[in-house]
């Protein structure tokens, strides 16, 4: 098992958000997280990250307890976070984002070859290496978003609602992407509001509502769900 979460209790100073939810993630997986805005989804990923406060609870990453973890030693372990809005730097270059993305690694060598393989996933990016980030369209933002994540040759990749404010087309682009580094061998979580297109690409998904998970399972079978589909697919 890649990634274990039991019983985690999570939020934000005195105010509670998680309450005691478990989940897991196996190693070559896309895992989908879907629910109403404040279920707790954002949270999720931003536990996970050492980014807000864990009050109890245990998170385990290949059975190596990373709860005491500050964010960028979780970083080094093997986890990359694309947050919800993207955060690029606006001012760097595409080149430079990436770079960014790279910090952790020590070997030049290296570090071209993640950048090839970025520039081969997202040609766009190699296309206007040099222009500045924020002058990007929100689509080409993702993908920087994501190439900069991969640049720290991560070993779970967390995306927190990448098709937020995008085309369909432009969304459409983007879950093949994200398909397309599964497939090339990386394990994927992801929370999406677009509960259709999440199901429709993960292998397993969680529901969850007010920091708690209500369901669980096959992504297809949550698809057929009668709950699922009143609640999230406009059934």
Do not use: C
Not at 62 to 74: G, M, N, R, T
Request: net charge negative; glycine share 10%.
């Amino acid at each position: 098992m890649l990634l274990s979460i039991q019983n985690l209790e999570a939020g934000y100073g005195q105010v509670t958000v998680l309450k005691g939810i478990s989940l897991h993630v196996d190693e070559g997986e896309i895992v989908a997280i879907i629910g109403a805005n404040g279920a707790g989804k954002t949270t999720t990923l931003m536990a996970i990250s050492g980014i807000v406060s864990r009050q109890s609870g245990q998170i385990t990453f290949f059975d190596e307890k990373i709860i005491q973890l500050s964010a960028h030693e979780i970083v080094e372990k093997g986890i990359s976070h694309v947050p919800e809005g993207r955060r690029i730097f606006p001012r760097l270059s595409v080149l430079e984002n990436l770079q960014m993305g790279a910090y952790l690694q020590n070997n030049p060598e290296h570090q071209k070859e993640d950048l090839d393989w970025v520039f081969s996933l997202f040609p766009l990016l190699k296309e206007r290496n040099r222009q500045a980030g924020g002058t990007l369209s929100g689509g080409e933002q993702q993908m920087l978003a994501i190439g900069r994540a991969l640049m720290s040759r991560p070993k779970l990749l967390i995306l927190d609602e990448p098709s937020l404010g995008l085309s369909p087309l432009m969304v459409e682009k983007i879950f093949e992407m994200i398909q397309l580094i599964n497939e090339q061998g990386l394990t994927i979580l992801l929370v999406e509001q677009n509960a259709h297109a999440a199901l429709l690409l993960a292998n397993r998904a969680y529901v969850m509502e007010t920091g708690q998970i209500t369901l669980e399972g096959q992504a297809q079978k949550l698809l057929k769900n009668k709950e699922v589909q009143a609640a999230y697919l406009g059934a």
